[in-house]
C-alpha cells in the first residue's frame, strides 16, 4: 500500500512540474536550452510502460501465460499487479510530455543552434528497437515452445526502463553546451526531485517492513533503479544551475537570429 502512495504521489508530483514547465514556457513565448531528446525519451519510456502495462492487465492470452508461468503468485485477474491509478497518471504524463513536444515545435524559432533531436537520441531509438526485435527472434526461434508473447513484453518492460534510466543525460549536455541552464523552470526540477525522492521513501519502506511480496510490486511502477538515475541526473542540473552555470547568460544565437543573420 505504501508502494502503491507514494508512486501516485510521484507521478502526481511529476505532472505538477511539467505544467510548472509548460506555464513557463508559455510565458517566455520561448523554449530555449530545453532538449528535446529529453523530451521524445521520455515519450518513448512512457508509451513502453502502457503498452506493457495494458497488455499485463488486459491481454487474456498474456494473462494466461502469467498464470501457467508462476501459478503460486498469480492465480486470477485480480492478482495480476497492475495499479488502475498509476496507468491513468501515466496517461497523464504521457499527455503532459505531448504537450511540452508541441511547444518545443511551436516555439522552434527560439531554440539555439545545439537544440534539436540528436543522431545519438535516434541511434539509441534505434538500438533499442533493434535489441527487442533480434531478443524476440532469437528466442523464439532458439526455443519456440517456451517463448511467449510474455517473454517480449518482459523485454519490452526492462528496454523501456533502460531508456528511462538516461532521459535527462540530454538535458544535462545541452546545459554544457550552452555553458548555462536558460529555459529550465527551477519548480520543475524541484518538484521531479521530491516526486523522485518520495518515490525512493516508498521503495525504502516497503524493503524494510516486507509489507508487500516483490511479486505483488506494481508492474506499472518505476523502479528504484530507473528513479535513482533520474534522481542523479536532477541532482547534476541543480548542481549546475545553482553553482556552475549561476548567473550565466545565453550565449549561443537562436535559429531567428542566424536565419536573420544569413539574410
Same mark, same amino acid.
Given at each position: 500500500? $505504501?508502494?502503491?502512495?507514494?508512486? +501516485? &504521489?510521484?507521478? !502526481?508530483?511529476?505532472?505538477?512540474? #511539467?505544467?510548472?514547465? /509548460? ?64 496507468? $491513468?497518471?501515466?496517461?497523464?504524463? +504521457? &499527455?503532459?510530455? !505531448?504537450?511540452?513536444?508541441?511547444? #518545443?515545435?511551436?516555439? /522552434? ?28 527472434f532469437y528466442f523464439y526461434h532458439v526455443d519456440p515452445h517456451h517463448f511467449t508473447y510474455l517473454d517480449h513484453l518482459n523485454i ?17 549536455? $545541452? ?14 526540477? #524541484? ?73
Open positions: 500500500m $505504501i508502494l502503491l502512495v507514494t508512486q +501516485l &504521489v510521484g507521478n !502526481l508530483l511529476s505532472i505538477m512540474a #511539467l505544467l510548472y514547465q /509548460r506555464r513557463y514556457n508559455k510565458l517566455h513565448k520561448s523554449i530555449y536550452g530545453l532538449s528535446y531528446d529529453t523530451a521524445v525519451l521520455n515519450i518513448a519510456r512512457l508509451s513502453v510502460d502502457l503498452y506493457a502495462s495494458f497488455n499485463y492487465k488486459f491481454n487474456i492470452y498474456v494473462n494466461k501465460q502469467l498464470y501457467a508461468k508462476f501459478p503460486l503468485f498469480y492465480k486470477d485477474w485480480d492478482d495480476i499487479p497492475v495499479s488502475m491509478t498509476l496507468l $491513468i497518471t501515466n496517461i497523464c504524463l +504521457l &499527455v503532459a510530455y !505531448l504537450s511540452i513536444w508541441k511547444q #518545443l515545435m511551436l516555439y /522552434r524559432a527560439t531554440s539555439h543552434t545545439h537544440q534539436g533531436v540528436s543522431m545519438i537520441c535516434i541511434v539509441t531509438l534505434t538500438v533499442f528497437l533493434g535489441l527487442v526485435g533480434t531478443a524476440t519490452m518492460w526492462v528496454m523501456g526502463n533502460m531508456v528511462g534510466m538516461v532521459t535527462l543525460c540530454p538535458q544535462i549536455c $545541452i546545459n554544457w553546451m550552452g555553458k548555462c541552464c536558460s529555459g529550465i523552470s527551477s519548480r520543475y526540477i #524541484l518538484t521531479l526531485i521530491i516526486a523522485d525522492c518520495v518515490r525512493w521513501i516508498g521503495y525504502t519502506i516497503t524493503a524494510m517492513k516486507e509489507s508487500v511480496e516483490y511479486w505483488n510490486w506494481p508492474f506499472n511502477s518505476i523502479p528504484i533503479v530507473t528513479t535513482s538515475a533520474e534522481l542523479l541526473c536532477l541532482v547534476v542540473i541543480l548542481y549546475q544551475a545553482q553553482f556552475v552555470y549561476r548567473g550565466h547568460k545565453p550565449t549561443l544565437p537562436r535559429i531567428s537570429e542566424k536565419s536573420t543573420a544569413l539574410v
